[in-house]
T-cell receptor, first 114, second 114 residues
Framework: QQQVKQSPQSLIVQKGGIPIINCAYE??????FPWYQQFPGKGPALLIA?????SEKKEGRFTISFNKSAKQFSLHIMDSQPGDSATYFC?????????????FGKGTSLLVTP | NAGVTQTPKFRVLKTGQSMTLLCAQD?????MYWYRQDPGMGLRLIHY???????AKGEVPDGYNVSRLKKQNFLLGLESAAPSQTSVYFC?????????????FGQGTRLTVV
């Protein structure tokens, strides 16, 4: 079963808007929560990541908010641009005998209109 | 520095045929993974390796085999291809340092089984 649940499946915002993508997990052993960005025809690439000992992390226009008690985390994109149009995946992992294998959400297709 | 390179990029197989997908990384990473990406399903782990000579099953291993004879290479084999294996396959490698676990993905192999 999907260990990380992601919503919405797709999102359309105007340039300058703030799209928000949400994820939820069940396994409290997860200790690393990255977001990956994927452009058409390309492999996913790490965008930003957070560990559960902090509630928020910002990198440029991208912010992760983390709520450990609710087992939820979200990605906010400030001042979104058409170039941000891509598919975004949340993920979770834990150091185990599987290395750091990522458990991905199903993805959110984001379109930022001019 | 090429990162993660997948060969081939595209392939069409007939049902029952076999093939091998090659993944090569030049970053000296210990961990390597094979994922498949299907519309609306996110990325699902097929097999992974935590070091040279080791392999293990992921979430959807049936119909696939893998080998990691050299640290830099991770091969994914399909012994008897089925239409359900039509997908985009991504190889990834990762490291862990200073609390960061970043996975680097290849460009993907688009496989169609007819």
């Amino acid at each position: 079963q999907q260990q990380v649940k992601q919503s919405p499946q797709s999102l359309i915002v105007q340039k300058g808007g703030i799209p928000i993508i949400n994820c939820a997990y069940e396994n409290t052993a997860f200790d690393y929560f990255p977001w990956y960005q994927q452009f058409p025809g390309k492999g996913p690439a790490l965008l930003i990541a957070i560990r559960p000992d902090v509630s928020e992390k910002k990198e440029g226009r991208f912010t992760i908010s983390f709520n450990k008690s609710a087992k939820q985390f979200s990605l906010h994109i400030m001042d979104s641009q058409p170039g941000d149009s891509a598919t975004y995946f949340c993920a979770a992992s834990i150091r185990s005998n599987s290395g750091y294998a990522l458990n991905f959400g199903k993805g959110t297709s984001l379109l930022v209109t001019p | 520095n090429a990162g993660v390179t997948q060969t081939p990029k595209f392939r069409v197989l007939k049902t029952g045929q076999s093939m091998t997908l090659l993944c090569a990384q030049d970053m000296n990473h210990e961990y390597m993974y094979w994922y498949r990406q299907d519309p609306g399903m996110g990325l699902r782990l097929i097999h992974y390796s935590v070091g040279e000579g080791t392999t293990a099953k992921g979430e959807v291993p049936d119909g696939y085999n893998v080998s990691r004879l050299k640290k830099q290479n991770f091969l994914l084999g399909l012994e008897s291809a089925a239409p359900s294996q039509t997908s985009v396959y991504f190889c990834a490698s990762s490291y862990s340092y200073g609390g960061i676990n970043e996975a680097f993905f290849g460009q993907g192999t688009r496989l169609t089984v007819v």
